[in-house]
């Protein structure tokens, strides 16, 4: 490899030149062959610059900061030969110098300079904290580095595993954090940051325990209501019931849920490319009974691998519910209006950027007070409770697919007739909400709202003026 210092051809309306690294690896004509230019946001003169020894002349404006700078560039040429020369380089790693990064040889680095630019927040988040959870378990600083051979290395992971199960974690929690420090490893892998791909011995797993299945029944719901003391505990009820009406959504989706989803809206888009689908077209695009309504939603948790959404069934009762959780968020959320959906959109509860702290900050309040009300079921258990529901019901594999939206109906084109299978789904889901009783159970929500503050049955738009 070779790595040479050039001025840029191109000369710039000031009269200047930028400095570039120019990279050079591979034989010409092979396909290994690499060649790159790395500028490094230098600008010199070409009339007051030596080129021969490549710096500034003395009468160069800037002149000596500008040969300070080029005096480190010198050296940073000097380091990533050396350090490829010795194995401990790659390309990637050499350019990633080159261009003003910090030298990426530990996880940290790692993290910060590529983790944190390609992936959401969250998940740099999650990341970081696995990062920090290892120092803590291995007796690390925490402003310690830790550097990818130490990440990889089985006896360091043998010790933060034992150390883990001394420290009370659960096994899911334990392989939770083994499969993110894999992902960590072979992310920089794919970027040619290391050498060898990761393999996680199976020493380092821990047995799955048998899954319990936690769910809500109706009679636990109705327990739950009147538990409920405050027009929180009565929202968080609120919201788990919304998600089991929806078909198992979580609280990322009821965020993201606006009335120009629904089916019928006049500014419904051709985001998902579903109008010209014929197939679509003539079994899905058709509104079935007065009072009903559909929602065409991408999961939250699928977006990243599939756009094809959920076609979900609103009748009037599920609207319902959406208007009295909306205008108690109003009251109740009236000192942070920025995380607030329109006032003119009854579907729109929140709305807000998911992939940030606010969202955890949001939801957390509810949460806990839905895991206390229902004896430890959660908001993610609403989807459990519904396919738990639809089991009772003897409903086929297929059709539970589609109603948590494992599947979606393009998947099932190979049945004759569509149709068929669509109002096999929308009967589905109505059996389900019967079977649970949540007409009635929405009731007793909107009751206890009035209970708690009577406020809520007498708002009227424009809703601003309760803010």
């Known amino acids: ?49 030596d080129l021969k020894n490549f710096r500034a002349k003395p009468r160069h404006d800037n002149q000596s900061i500008i040969n300070e700078k080029l005096k480190q560039l010198k050296e940073i040429k000097l380091t990533c030969e050396t350090k490829f020369d010795a194995g401990q380089y790659t390309i990637q790693q050499v350019v990633s110098h080159l261009s003003g990064k910090s030298n990426i040889e530990s996880v940290d680095d790692y993290i910060e300079q590529e983790i944190k630019v390609s992936r959401s927040h969250t998940t740099y988040n999650d990341y970081k904290n696995i990062l920090n959870c290892f120092k803590k378990h291995l007796g690390f600083p925490k402003e310690r580095s830790v550097s990818f051979n130490e990440f990889s290395n089985f006896t360091m992971l043998t010790k933060f595993k034992r150390e883990m199960v001394n420290s009370g974690l659960s096994n899911n929690t334990i392989n939770s954090y083994f499969t993110k420090i894999r992902v960590v490893l072979n992310d920089a892998y794919l970027n040619q940051f290391i050498f060898e791909k990761f393999t996680l011995h199976k020493s380092l797993k821990m047995p799955k325990p048998i899954k319990q299945i936690n769910t809500c029944t109706v009679e636990m719901f109705v327990d739950g209501l009147e538990n409920c003391k405050t027009i929180y505990h009565v929202q968080a009820l609120g919201f788990f019931l919304l998600m089991f009406g929806t078909r198992g959504m979580y609280p990322a989706d009821i965020v993201k ?13 051709d985001e998902f490319g579903l109008m010209n689908d014929d197939f679509l077209k003539n079994g899905i695009n058709k509104l079935i009974d007065k009072g009903e309504n559909f929602l065409v939603h991408t999961r939250s948790k699928n977006r990243s691998r599939s756009n094809v959404p959920m076609v979900i069934r609103i009748d009037q009762t599920i609207h319902k519910l959406f208007i009295w959780l909306k205008l108690s968020v109003i009251l109740t959320h009236k000192n942070r209006p920025e995380i607030l959906g329109a ?24 949460s806990k007070h839905c895991s206390r009300l229902l004896k430890g079921v959660r908001f993610m258990d609403a989807r459990k409770s519904f396919n738990t529901q639809a089991l009772k019901l003897k409903i086929s594999s297929d059709i539970r697919q589609v109603l948590l939206g494992h599947k979606n109906l393009t998947m099932l084109q190979y049945y004759d007739d569509l149709s068929v299978i669509e109002d096999e789904v929308n009967d589905a889901h109505k059996d389900i909400l019967k079977a649970f009783e949540f007409e009635a159970l929405v009731e007793l929500v909107v009751s206890k709202f009035n209970e708690i503050d009577d406020r809520i049955s007498i708002m009227l738009p424009p809703y601003n003026q309760y803010l």
């Open 257 to 269: 849920i606006k009335s120009t989803d629904l089916r019928d809206s006049s500014n419904f888009s």
């Open 343 to 366: 006032f003119d959109d009854n579907l729109n509860i929140l709305d807000y950027d998911t992939d940030t702290d606010i969202h955890a900050n949001v939801w957390n309040s509810w």
């Open 1 to 49: 490899m070779i790595i040479t210092l050039k001025l840029d051809k191109n000369v710039k309306k000031s009269g200047r030149q930028s400095v570039f690294f120019y990279l050079s690896h591979g034989k010409s004509g092979e396909v290994s062959q690499i060649r790159k230019k790395v500028y490094v946001g230098l600008e010199v003169s070409a009339k007051q610059f």
